[in-house]
């Protein structure tokens, strides 16, 4: 099955560092944009960074500056490099990507299941 799997979340101090990875697997033709979303608890999902296959980024106002997106298009991979956390990054971070599959070469949006980060004050 085509699925994205998400790792590297965990517990960290404020001001410290995680990367996290988003691989996707299965029987992958192509992978279009790739993004990160950031879901605290008791709040709605919302986007924290894009890339797309070119390696153009976008950033969510709330971390420019400390968080970086990067991919590896031939291990099919997206990072998010996060700096200088703090408590509101809190929560479960989901991993978003259009994926292009053997079958009939349609772009369809696939989520991972969620990586979880506390960060403690």
């Known amino acids: 099955q085509v699925q994205l799997v998400e790792s590297g979340g965990g517990l960290v101090q404020a001001g410290g560092s995680l990367k996290l990875s988003c691989a996707a697997s299965?029987?992958?033709?192509?992978?279009?944009?790739m993004a990160w979303y950031h879901q605290a608890p008791g709040k709605q999902r919302e986007l924290v960074a894009t890339i797309s296959k070119g390696g153009t980024t976008n950033y969510a106002d709330s971390v420019k500056g400390r968080f970086t997106i990067s991919r590896d298009n031939a291990k099919r991979t997206v990072y998010l490099q996060m700096n200088t956390l703090k408590p509101e990054d809190t929560g479960v971070y989901y991993c978003?990507?259009?994926?292009?599959?053997?079958?009939?070469?349609?772009?369809?949006?696939?989520w991972g299941q969620g990586t979880e980060v506390t960060v403690s004050s």
């Open positions: 978003n990507a259009d994926l292009q599959s053997f079958s009939d070469f349609v772009f369809r949006p696939y």
């Open positions: 299965g029987r992958i033709f192509s992978v279009n944009v």
